[in-house]
């Protein structure tokens, strides 16, 4: 068999370092860099996140998406609306770019309160957690490195980190809003004898455009529909197939999944003794899903075969299971449409 490659992942978080000099950078300073970024987008929209209004300026994230609406809470852009989504483009995924800043003051009159003891992003340690987001342990790491709390300085703030939210699907044409929720909490310093508590949560939410659920569109041939819809979203994740987990032994990460499944003999004892491989490729367009255990994962494998996958999460929706057997059955090319995959 010819050697396989794969695209690199445009779509992973940036490093979480950050030159320490950021930590001193006001608000307003943020957003005008995310702005320039962005083409000369509008300037910072403030995101309180839905805390108490006394607190709410703990901590507040600042975005170069800009709103009508004077407080919003939280994010909501269709994919490829230049005003909103970062990356400009149809591809199925909303980039926001967003700054947290520490004792913020975008609100003179309610922003009294000054002094963070701690700032915690949920769901940010890779610990098995099924909710863990590498975003999210992006943010908290430019919180540790360039606020490094505690600190009393005014509008102390982050470099961006870019969220990036899917839109969900498409499972045969039909495609649905995808969504991110990043929830904070920051605890103050004590302040006139007493500790405050703000408790963000902002939901970011990514539509799709009117015919922007066209797999032709949105991915270069099945096997990138495969890696970025199925295995990105639902298998390289905490606790079972990322770098971190290897459950199985078994990596589905960009870059290294065709090497880890193509004829590669499972770890499961039974399917290894029945002679069954991760994917069975018998020559270059040609391969057998009855041995090929991925198949039997994703539909309920026999007694024995190890459990049902995505393990402990919701079952792959049908349209997605047929586009992996028809791709195994043509053999698990890497490049190009298998017919009946672009639905």
């Known amino acids: 068999m010819s050697p396989r490659t794969e695209r690199a992942d445009l779509r992973r978080p940036s490093d979480s370092s950050s030159p320490k000099s950021a930590r001193l950078m006001s608000a307003a300073l943020v957003a005008a860099m995310l702005a320039l970024g962005g083409g ?37 852009c269709t994919d490829g609306d230049p005003s909103c989504d970062a ?45 863990f987001d590498p975003e999210f342990q992006a943010l908290q790491s430019r919180v540790l490195n360039d606020i490094a709390p505690p600190t009393t300085t005014a509008d102390d703030c982050t470099n961006a980190t ?60 099945t096997f990138d529909r495969i890696q970025t819809q199925i295995f990105d979203q639902s298998c390289a994740v905490s606790g079972c197939h990322d770098s971190q987990s290897l459950t199985g032994n078994l990596l589905l990460e960009t870059g290294a999944s065709l090497t880890n499944l193509i004829n590669v003999t499972p770890h499961n004892a039974a399917a290894a003794v029945a002679g069954w491989k991760r994917v069975t490729v018998i020559d270059p367009s040609t391969g057998d ?43 698990a090319p890497d490049t190009g449409w298998v017919p009946g995959t672009d639905q």
């Not at 899903?289 to 393990?311: D, E, Q, Y």
């Open 87 to 131: 990356d400009g483009v149809v591809n199925g995924v909303c980039e926001f770019p967003l700054a947290l800043c520490a004792n913020n003051t975008f609100n003179p009159a309610l922003c009294t309160l000054n002094g963070v003891q701690t700032i915690n992003v949920d769901h940010a340690a890779d610990n098995g957690d099924p909710r």
């Open 162 to 221: 870019n969220f990036h939210v899917p839109i969900t699907g498409p499972f045969a044409s039909r495609c649905k809003k995808g969504r991110k929720t990043l929830t904070i909490t920051t605890v103050s310093t004590v302040i006139a004898g007493q500790v405050y508590v703000d408790r963000d949560r902002i939901k970011m939410i990514c539509v799709p455009p009117t015919n922007g659920c066209d797999p032709l569109l949105l991915y270069s041939g």
């Open 40 to 76: 000369g987008r509008a300037a910072a929209t403030v995101l309180g996140g839905g805390g108490g209004k006394r607190t709410d300026c703990l901590a507040a994230l600042d975005t170069p998406i800009s709103y009508s609406v004077p407080r919003p809470r939280d994010i909501r």
């Open 289 to 331: 899903p009855s041995t090929s255990l991925i198949v039997a994962k994703l539909n309920g494998p026999p007694a024995g075969f190890g459990a049902r996958m995505p393990f402990n999460r919701r079952r792959l929706d049908r349209s997605l299971i047929e586009v992996i057997q028809l791709w195994v059955a043509a053999g």
